[in-house]
């Protein structure tokens, strides 16, 4: 247990009083047991808390609903956890515009419901039942459905945000279109609060479909079977295609699970005509007929909400034209698998033998970054046990923006307080 | 510079990429004295024309060695004076880099220089059943390269995006002349995203020598609506109303009465009504099924709306004449005045009929000429002033109204560029929109890429703390016969 100072946790509470609450409750994160929790009340108590906290060199686990606590790299340095739990607010959701704002700690599901009632639809569909807002930009996480809705980059339109200095910083804003000065959205989004910690985001919300329809269908073995799926995710209406190998297909879809090969899930939706008319192709070309309800929502979950981590859980992005080849390399790893073939995303899990396997550990990484080298893409190691993440990297193999990434984290975390550690290249 | 340098640094350059590839003499650098934003000028020390990215890089290296700022150039259509070279700097023009050196069918993706025209690409992928989706109204001669500097939007991007949301990856000059890739063709990568804050970083964080662009499929079927109001706040009436129904057409575009009575008188007519009020092009694309419905749909909220008639077209040759009223415009109002000035700024769309009505009145009170042609379904308004930059006086009036309309848009919830970016012309505006600490926060990414400050200085960025001077010298506008 790393224990704050007395010294520091009474500046801490002197500088910041009530606004923002700072409890003793022990907490495991990154690596890192933490026993102080500060918990701002507003967007000014949180540049406070940053502020504060880097003039005493306080290093900060940054928290908010703790979907994606396995991830990241070990923590060093860190003493406390700077939580967003009390930054719950849908601030505007403008139904004429189709856009919202909310503060970062709200959780997607009740930005959801206040998207819904205004008629337009959330383009998120993370893992994680209590998945908030910030956390889902800070990790660019997606689910299922990012085939049609985007990706979390496209949909941010503008973001309030806390420099590791505790400056307070706005870019972007409300419109829909907008090249006034420098995305520092996209900068922001995925960098797992590395560069600064999101406290408020403009979104831009989907019309809700006039109809959605899901499929399902048995993928055999044959060496078309991705080429196929690929074609079937970019229908016009496809707004989920995913493929689900046979350790999963029977939770997915059971009636519709083959014993061999794949199972092969659509979501259509949009213009009843067009979603129809996919529908009857996929009928047509695959055999596909209606799947039960909830299986979107349990594909997601194989995505993994809320992993304990017992095993590896890496993602793979590869073109999809190499799907196969990337598959191939993974023959040996015994992976279980989620595939995404429009976007070349792979999901794949891996159990392994006992405590701290290490040998298996390394069969894995090294599976992995041949998949990823045969598909022209990355693997991440997005969940582990902290033992599987000693001496490695999980984001993976070194690129270009690493070395740039660490110009910009000595100039946007001067003091190297946020999530110190965890992010690419361990800053 | 002194003259002993800069036949230093020509020498240097030219050995670099011969003799023919740099252009010292003045008659051969006027050209670039400007962009497509003619009021903004200043004189390069040197223009050079590298053929690939180690050229780029050699060339970046030599400007820093005689301490020389340089700045990336593609065709120079820009319209915020992004791409004029300030303190003396050198213009590397992209255009020898033309290839397009790689198209994957399967993945959908291409690999292309930044000097391919942005038009030309679409028209090579096209037999593969693909387009590359960004179409700036200067498409026929706007690079790619300048695209990714820009973030360059168009009529189509309400439903496909603007550049940013089609670039997969870059190959990057650093403004050290260490070269980077940024990105990944699967659209992925593993670390922050970079490409992210460098497209539409108006070449201030290096040179982009290659890109990947994504390609989208052509739509199997497209119908073009073209909707006569008898004013321009009934037309943007309706555009409210189509977003909020929640349809996404490919393009919604208006074109005020003014400009109507313009392209009519020019070589661009279109049929249209000169007594029109606007006129409101709608472009629907996708499942044919879908959009046959969608029409009707489009048809009634226009009806709705108090439209005049509205016009189906019935084949391509009519859609063109329909397009013809939009894309004409900036031609037809070169017939108005010797200058015109292209103002960008984008407004919730809820907002357009009240902020046009203003927009307009704020050019009466100026008793200036201003026409409104805008890509409505984005918010992102164009008026149009129409001037003689010789009359000092109207001048005077020009620089103040587009403040004041600039002022208008951000109190309504909006910004000060759509597309257009902000390079010399919009600089002293930006605190309009954001506050010291924004800019602040936008300078350290600037100093994680060029600390030095060498790249495409003068740009983006305030250069006083004051507030904006009515004298247009003072603001930057060189070129002004004061």
């Known amino acids: ?427 | 510079m002194r003259s002993l340098d800069r036949a230093g640094l020509v020498l240097a350059l030219r050995e670099i990429v011969g003799d023919a590839y740099c252009l010292a003499r003045p008659d051969q650098l006027l050209p670039y004295e400007c962009d497509g934003l003619t009021l903004h000028g200043a004189m390069p020390s040197a223009v050079v024309l590298p053929r690939d990215t180690d050229e780029i890089a050699r060339v970046v290296r030599t400007c820093r060695r005689f301490g020389v700022p340089f700045v990336p150039r593609g065709a120079g259509t820009g319209l915020s004076g992004g791409a004029i070279a300030m303190d003396g700097g050198v213009v590397i023009e992209c255009s020898r880099l033309d290839r397009v050196l790689h198209v994957d069918v399967a993945d959908r993706f291409a690999v292309v220089q930044p000097g391919v025209v942005n038009a030309s690409l679409s028209q090579l992928v096209k037999p593969h059943g693909l387009f590359y989706a960004p179409d700036p109204s200067s498409q026929l001669a706007c690079t790619i390269g300048g695209n990714v500097g820009e973030n360059s939007g168009g009529p189509h991007t309400l439903k496909y995006g603007t550049t940013t949301n089609h670039v997969l990856a870059v190959q990057l000059v650093l403004p050290d002349g260490d070269v980077v890739r940024l990105g990944s063709p699967t659209g992925m990568t593993n670390g922050p995203d970079l490409l992210g804050a460098v497209v539409g970083s108006e070449g201030t964080l290096g040179i982009v020598s290659e890109i990947s662009v994504r390609l989208s499929p052509i739509p199997e079927c497209v119908e073009t609506l073209l909707a006569v109001f008898g004013d321009v706040v009934s037309a943007c009436r309706a555009v409210g109303r189509i977003i909020r129904s929640g349809l996404v057409p490919a393009a919604m575009e208006i074109v005020d009465q003014r400009t109507i009575a313009a392209v009519e008188a020019s070589v661009y007519a279109a049929g249209l009504p000169r007594d029109a009020g606007a006129v409101l092009l709608v472009e629907l694309d996708g499942v044919a099924e879908a959009v046959a419905r969608q029409v009707a749909r489009i048809r009634d909220a226009a009806l709705l709306e108090g439209a005049w008639r509205v016009d189906i077209a019935r084949d391509a040759a009519e859609r063109e004449r329909f397009w013809r009223a939009r894309k004409g415009a900036f031609g037809a109002m070169g017939r108005l005045a010797p200058d015109l000035y292209v103002h960008d700024a984008v407004v919730p769309r809820a907002r357009l009929p009240e902020v046009l009505e203003r927009i307009c009145a704020i050019a009466d009170a100026h008793g200036l000429r201003l026409s409104n042609v805008f890509h409505a379904g984005d918010g992102n308004l164009h008026p149009n002033i129409s001037f003689d930059r010789r009359n000092a006086r109207e001048l005077e009036h020009v620089i103040a109204a587009g403040h004041e309309i600039l002022a208008l848009c951000v109190a309504a919830g909006g910004v000060i560029s759509g597309e257009h970016g902000i390079g010399v012309e919009k600089r002293e505006y930006m605190r309009l929109v954001y506050s010291d600490d924004d800019l602040e926060a936008m300078c350290r990414l600037r100093g994680a890429f060029d600390p030095d400050g060498v790249c495409n200085p003068g740009k983006i960025f305030p250069t006083t703390r004051f507030c904006i001077e009515a004298d247009p010298k003072a603001r930057g506008y060189d070129r002004v016969p004061l």
């Open chain 1, 1 to 427: 247990m790393t224990v704050l100072s007395a010294d520091d946790f009474d500046g801490l509470r002197t500088a910041l009083g009530d606004a923002a609450a700072l409890t003793h409750t022990p907490v495991e994160i990154g690596g890192a047991k933490l026993d102080v929790t500060l918990t701002p009340g507003d967007e000014d108590a949180l540049a406070r808390s940053i502020a504060v906290l880097a003039a005493r060199g306080i290093g900060a686990i940054v928290r908010g609903g703790g979907t994606r606590s396995a991830s990241g790299n070990t923590a060093h340095r860190a003493r406390v956890v700077l939580s967003t739990q009390r930054l719950t607010r849908v601030l505007e959701v403008d139904a004429d515009e189709g856009v919202a704002r909310a503060l970062a700690g709200t959780p997607l599901s009740d930005l959801r419901e206040a998207v819904d009632a205004a008629g337009w639809a959330l383009p998120f569909d993370p893992p994680g039942a209590c998945t908030t807002l910030g956390g889902t930009l800070a990790a660019a996480a997606i689910g299922p459905r990012h085939l049609g809705f985007g990706r979390p980059r496209d949909l941010v339109l503008g973001m309030d945000v806390v420099l590791g200095d505790g400056v307070r910083t706005r870019c972007g804003g409300r419109v829909v279109k907008n090249v006034t000065g420098y995305d520092l959205m996209k900068l922001q989004v995925g960098a797992h609060g590395s560069f600064g910690v999101i406290s408020a985001a403009w979104l831009r919300l989907r019309p809700r479909p006039e109809c959605e329809r899901v499929l399902a269908a048995a993928l055999g073995e044959t060496g078309d079977a991705m080429a196929r799926a690929v074609a079937a995710a970019r229908l016009p209406t496809a707004r989920v295609c995913a493929l689900v190998d046979t350790n999963f297909g029977f939770v997915v879809e059971p009636d519709r699970a083959p014993r061999a090969g794949w199972l092969l899930i659509v979501e259509a939706a949009g213009d009843e005509a067009a979603v129809a008319r996919d529908a009857a192709r996929l009928s047509a070309d695959f055999g596909a007929g209606d799947a039960t309800r909830g299986v979107i929502d349990r594909v997601r979950s194989l995505q993994g909400a809320n992993f304990e981590p017992a095993g590896l859980r890496f993602r793979l992005s590869v073109l999809p034209s190499r799907l196969d080849r990337a598959l191939r390399e993974l023959a040996s790893a015994d992976a279980a698998l989620l595939i995404y073939p429009g976007s070349g995303l792979v999901f794949a899990r891996i159990a392994l033998g006992g405590i701290a396997d290490g040998i298996g550990a390394e069969r894995a990484w090294l599976a992995m970054r041949s998949a990823a080298r045969a598909g022209s893409g990355t693997a991440v190691l997005e969940a582990a046990p902290e033992w599987a993440k000693v001496a490695r990297d999980v984001h993976g193999e070194p690129t270009d923006e690493w070395r740039l990434a660490r110009a910009l984290k000595a100039r946007f975390d001067p003091a190297g307080i946020l999530n110190p550690g965890r992010f690419i290249g361990g800053l």
